[in-house]
């Protein structure tokens, strides 16, 4: 009987690890992880590689699995200066935070906002979401990421630029 039970505890202890273990990335180990998105089977990261205090570093988008990239943006990773730009801003109840960078024809806008849902006198439940917006034109796609906080820490160094509303 206390084999049973102790095979049932390392059971259940390691099923939480394997519910808790960190979303694989396509960031190499060597680069620090801004922005880590999932849609689908699919994967969108943006990698940041020699960051110091004040210096975002050299930065590359890259979509698609680990067997296969789709899209590596720019060829070879590149200091973000000219490259990639930072915008923010608030909402009632919360903010939106937003990385561009251009590829060709098409803009892309990684982001991850807040929105306040609750008015008046019921409670204020904040809706999370991230993904990614494209624009060619004024043709406007969004998809979602399966988790709500995709941008992570060290965006900060990146060049700034005014909020541009995406509303057709």
């Known amino acids: 009987m206390k084999t049973l039970l102790l095979a049932a505890a390392v059971l259940s202890t390691s099923s939480l690890s394997l519910a808790a273990a960190p979303e694989k990335s396509l960031c190499h180990a060597d680069e620090t992880v801004l922005f880590q998105c999932t849609i689908k089977s ?3 990261v943006l990698c940041a590689s020699g960051a110091s205090k004040g210096d975002a570093g050299k930065l590359q988008y890259r979509y698609g699995t680990e067997k296969k990239i789709e899209l590596s943006y720019p060829d070879t990773p590149q200091p973000a200066a000219g490259t ?3 915008s923010e801003t608030a909402y009632s109840g919360g903010g939106e935070e937003r990385i561009r960078f251009k590829s060709g024809d098409y803009d892309y806008f990684l982001f991850q ?8 006198n019921g409670p204020n439940n904040p809706e ?4 990614i917006v494209t624009r060619h034109g004024n043709d406007v796609t969004k998809r979602l990421c399966t988790r709500d906080d995709p941008i992570k820490a060290g965006t900060q160094d990146l060049p700034e630029e005014e909020f541009e509303s995406l509303d057709n």
């Not at 906002?113 to 008046?120: D, E, I, K, L, S």
């Not at 999370?128 to 993904?131: A, K, L, Q, T, V």
């Open 42 to 44: 699919k994967q969108a």
């Open 84 to 86: 990639f730009f930072r």
């Open 113 to 120: 906002r807040t929105v306040r849902t609750g008015f008046g």
């Open 128 to 131: 999370f979401s991230g993904g």
